[in-house]
């Protein structure tokens, strides 16, 4: 009965709209039931103007809405593998752990990791999931948020990523949230699974504005 009070009250993950904490400002909702996800997007669509071009300068790329910070290339992850070329699965869980298909709050989606952003405007996914643009690069994830939020305060509200276990192809070693993230330390935490070849990154109870960004480091082997 707790789990479906909780449910009811907000989703990242997930916004909440309890404990002193922010709706999502653009997706006012008639009620408080979560919606349907949304259709699941394909590689193909073109669900944003981003340019993810990332340049070398440490420059910050726009998107005509929110500034995307862009680190110096090669000062986020580490490692001499890459994740380009390889696939990843995401999708969005709440309010509680462990992440599985019974506080799934999105529609898993799969792509392949290359140049562009992999993930823009993630709510298509989710109707109550909070608005962000989420990157899977050579070697880091960033997620820049679109909106202000505050993430609901559960055992678990956030991100997985499933990456594939084959035994040949770039392999991930460690994640770690990279101090290059603007959100306070402790904020966010980072799991990673090499058994299963899944990454799970825990936002319950973070707060944060338009175009705060959160970088996941990774360290690849070839």
Not at 139 to 149: A, G, L, P, Q, W
Not at 161 to 176: K, Q
Request: charged share 15%.
């Amino acid at each position: 009965m707790l789990r479906h009070l909780l449910f009811a009250l907000g989703i990242a993950g997930c916004s909440s709209s309890n404990n002193h904490t922010t709706q999502s400002h653009d997706a006012a909702l008639p009620d408080a039931r979560v919606p349907d996800a949304q259709p699941v997007a394909t590689a193909d669509a073109s669900l944003s103007s981003i340019d993810a071009t990332v340049p070398t300068d440490g420059s910050i790329a726009t998107d005509g809405n929110a500034p995307l910070h862009v680190p110096d290339a090669g000062k986020v992850g580490t490692g001499p593998g890459s994740l380009i070329g390889s696939q990843v699965t995401f999708s969005v869980h709440c309010c509680f752990a462990p992440a599985g298909d019974d506080n799934l709050k999105s529609t898993p989606t799969t792509m392949t990791i290359g140049p562009d952003v992999e993930y823009p405007a993630i709510r298509q996914l989710g109707a109550m999931v909070i608005n962000a643009d989420v990157d899977v690069a050579a070697n880091y994830i960033r997620v820049t948020y679109r909106e202000d939020f505050t993430a609901y305060d559960g055992t678990f509200d956030g991100y997985q990523f499933a990456f594939p276990t084959a035994d040949e192809g770039p392999h991930i070693v460690s994640a770690t949230v990279s101090p290059q993230s603007d959100v306070p330390t402790g904020a966010a935490t980072v799991t990673w699974n090499a058994g299963t070849g899944k990454l799970l990154v825990d936002i319950a109870g973070l707060a944060g504005t338009t175009s705060t960004t959160l970088y996941i480091a990774l360290e690849v082997t070839e």
